[in-house]
């Protein structure tokens, strides 16, 4: 990758000893630019301290552009409203993966190689024999996907361009596949196989809700639906799942472990786990009424209670996401004829309440992506425990890409931070008799 280097720099001084220290400046073509510090430690013997990363570029990349102050969201340069009205899932795939939109016969062969991966090796249904029924479907993510590593070993060579292409098709083909799976597996009723004839979303759903004995028609607008909310996830910058992918790639490790790496991080309620969490909450919440005693829980420091669905790391006026999920949330309902939500109207209550209360107001937190999704899953019968997984399937493409991007960057190392350490000094060993 080229570093755009500009003749800016940002100097340090050190205050003990009056010695200064230039640092360049890199900027991008849009957003903030940064101090490029990776020779901080043999200049001047410090590292630097930013848990959570609050303030750390960890890349390069030219994947994904968030602007958190002004709500925008950009795929390879095209805004997330666009691609979510127009565009289609397997064609933002391709943008993802390659960086444009397809030509029609780039999207041909593209659709081809994922419809004609989705199956997944038949060994494995014995391998998802060996869960629980009643384990989380996102467990049985983390144990599938890593799993694939022990099955398509002819794609695991990650300076192989051939097997990065090949293992890039396979996750993105296979997901929904195991997704379905590990939902059958919790019903006990036998797996669907993959359709050919079948659109990407209309296939997954073909895959939950088809029976061997009966045909599933999938209705037109719930599989658009289901295809927006795939292109509202698809990928989100250097988010904890995606970073998490990057760094155990950073090791050298294969696509498929990465993969599994970036579902466990995914599957926390800060982050992907939130769909879950909005719809337990507002399944707690149960009336209108209630609502005012948990904007007061939410807002006590002395209660852990968040109010799921609300404030973001980087977006800090609206997430553009959210705005399309409420639209498309609407639309649903009303395609299904379901004119009684009652969570519905306890979530646009909540969001009028909270939009109006000086604590939200004051911490800028806003209703994101995760808030209206479960919803939309409800509505279309998908159990809480599988919106997770629905966010994984989503966001695989958002992995691959940002893997490969990454192994292919010359300057990508090892990912390694270190640390402000406080712990004992170097002390002594004690037999256990003289304690
Ligand atoms: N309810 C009540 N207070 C909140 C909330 C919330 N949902 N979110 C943040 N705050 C408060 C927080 O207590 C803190 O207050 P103070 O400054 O007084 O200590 C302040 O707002 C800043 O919060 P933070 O935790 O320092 O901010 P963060 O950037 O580290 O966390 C977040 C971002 C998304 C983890 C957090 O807003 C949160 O936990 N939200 C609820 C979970 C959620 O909806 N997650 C989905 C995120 S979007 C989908 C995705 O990316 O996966």
Redesign the pocket.
Known sequence: MNEKKSSDSFTLTNNQTGDSFDFPILKGTVGPAVIDIRKLYADTGYFTYDP?F?STGSCESRITFIDGENGILLYRGYPISDLAENSNFPEVCYLLLYGELPGPAEMKQFSHDITYHSMVNEQMNYFLRGFRRDAHPMAVMCGMVGALSAFYHDSTDINDIQHRLVSSHRMIAKMPTIAALAYKYTLGQPYVYPRNDLKYSENFLHMMFATPCEEHEVNPVIARAMDRILILHAD?EQ??STSTVRLAGSSGANPFACVSAGIAS?WG????G?NE??LNMLEEIRTIENIPAFIER??D?TDPF????????VYKNF?PRSQVMQRTCHEVLESLGIENEPLLDIALELERIALEDD?FIE?K?YP????YSGLIFRALGIPTSMFTVL?AVARTVGWIAQWNEMVEDPTQKIGRPRQLYNGAKNRDYLPIENR
């Open positions: 959570g609050t989100h988010n904890a995914l309620p800060a982050h992907g939130a969490a909005v939410a807002k420091k968040r109010l799921m669905g609300f404030g973001h790391r997430d604590y911490k937190l994101n992506v995760d808030f966010f």
